[in-house]
């Protein structure tokens, strides 16, 4: 049996979980409400403040769904309670960020700004001008956003310019020989 799979979901207070047919799983909680379609081979059983994931059989398709509907679901409480955040590193002289709005401006070394606007689902947040936190309920959403931001300018290995997590460290390369 998946170590992870086999793991009961706590629900915390104030969260309530709704399985419909065709296991449509609705999460509500303090921070919004989740819906997402899981897999129809793995059946999810509420008992009480407790949501245990199954698995009918040992078929390979049934094994590796068990651990990845457990960690879905319990992605969906989390975020719906607590919430999900990245932090980014902007490096480099001259490249900055500032909130506008609701939109991210940034200074990327480039001849123009570029410029992003944060969605209903995803909040940015720029405590420093070379700090840029995105945050949602949304795991997936947030990790995405947060990679397509990293994407506008990714750190280069020679100067270490560029956008990287702020746990990211970046392998530096030396530069060239001159004789």
Known sequence: MSRIGRTPIDVPAGVTIDIAEGNVVTVKGPKGTLS??????????IDGAVV???RPDDHPITRSYHGLTRSLLS???VGVTDGFKKELEINGTGYRAAKDGNKLVMNLGYSHQVIIEETDDIKI??????RVVVSGID????????????????PEPYKGK?????YETIRRKEGKKTK
């Open 162 to 166: 560029g956008i990287k997590y702020s």
């Open 52 to 54: 245990n994931v199954t």
């Open 125 to 130: 947040d720029v405590p420093a001008p070379n």
């Open 36 to 45: 997402q379609t899981l897999r129809p081979e793995i059946t999810l059983e």
């Open 139 to 154: 795991r997936q959403l947030v990790g995405q956003f947060a990679a397509d931001l990293r994407n506008k300018r990714p």
């Open 75 to 77: 992605n969906m409480v």
